[in-house]
């Protein structure tokens, strides 16, 4: 059970410059997560939103390490502003996510951590550890309204970990050619482990991927299949693959290296990587010590 007195000293603590809180007395183990915080409202253009204060942080959680599954079923599928409060130093980082699960599952994720250690927020996860901060939802909001509702929380708590202090979204930013030529370079000739391709794979499958439980429209499969017939350029035509079983002592040949790897239950990937492993040894070896596959480029 949480007391009135211990919320206050923890709210002020972690936000020394909210003034006129207002606290339940009536909480207990099981509602404490909806803590009556009177937060300012979020300032945004669209005026219906602004008939409805956000008159309090909606969810909070001390243990995100064991508390993933309730994060991500309270969480997935909407849009909002969160914070991690580091327990040791008090020190806060604001962010956002659109989606907001799919934004927070990053944190869990070895690519992610391993990946980012430019940001303040991902030195301090790297140094403390997920079980040194709590995880606070502020606010649920709407895509329009996302970056005004962050900045205003910045604002409002001024947290340490945000090194930039101005809220914003690279939606719709289109980098010019000088730069998009400088990232090319920079990126050439580096690949991701097959561990972290792995992971970033995990972390896109079933209930953390935006589309989960989605389909499209009728409407929306016609348009794919208007701009399909439409499209001025053809598709480019497939590699011919020739498979030849060594068991059955029969031989294939397919229009495409999709077709050849659904064939023999592979993928593409793995039939492109044992062609390469082959010419760089110059010698074909059977694929399950069953299939000889050729591709073929003339």
């Known amino acids: 059970m949480i007391l009135d007195y211990q919320l206050k000293v923890i709210f002020n603590i ?13 909480s207990n183990s099981n509602d404490h997560n909806d803590n009556n915080y009177k937060s300012l409202e979020c300032q945004s253009n669209d005026s219906e939103l602004n008939k409805k204060p956000f008159n309090k942080f909606e969810k909070f959680y001390s243990d995100p390490v064991n508390q993933r599954n309730k994060i991500r079923s309270e969480n997935n599928g909407k849009i909002g502003v969160y914070a991690w409060v580091n327990k040791i130093n008090n020190k806060v980082y604001v962010g956002s996510g659109n989606p907001l699960y799919t934004r927070l599952s990053d944190y869990y994720q070895s690519w992610y951590l391993s990946s980012r250690t430019n ?11 997920m079980a040194n901060f709590s995880l606070y939802i502020l606010e649920y909001t709407n895509s329009e309204s996302l970056i005004a509702c962050e900045q205003n929380w910045i604002n409002l708590i001024d947290p340490e970990y945000n090194t930039n202090p101005t809220a914003g979204s690279t939606k719709g930013y289109k980098h010019t050619d000088q730069a998009l030529e400088k990232m090319r370079k920079l990126s050439l000739g580096r690949t991701h482990t097959e561990e972290v391709k792995n992971l970033m794979s995990e972390n896109r499958k079933g209930i953390n991927n935006p589309f989960y439980g989605k389909t499209h429209s009728a409407e929306t499969i016609e348009k794919f299949k208007n701009i399909a017939s439409t499209r001025e350029n053809p598709p480019v035509e497939g590699l011919e693959v020739e498979i030849t079983d060594l068991e059955t002592k029969t031989t294939f040949v397919y229009d495409s290296i999709r077709k050849a790897a659904i064939s023999i239950n592979s993928d593409i990937k793995t039939i492109l990587r044992r062609e390469k492993s082959q010419r760089e040894k110059g010698i074909n070896t059977p694929y399950r010590n069953r299939y000889l596959i050729s591709i073929k480029r003339d």
């Open 14 to 26: 972690f936000f020394p410059y909210t003034q006129n809180i207002v606290f339940s007395s009536a």
């Open 119 to 129: 940001l303040y927020v991902i030195k301090a996860f790297n140094k403390y550890t």
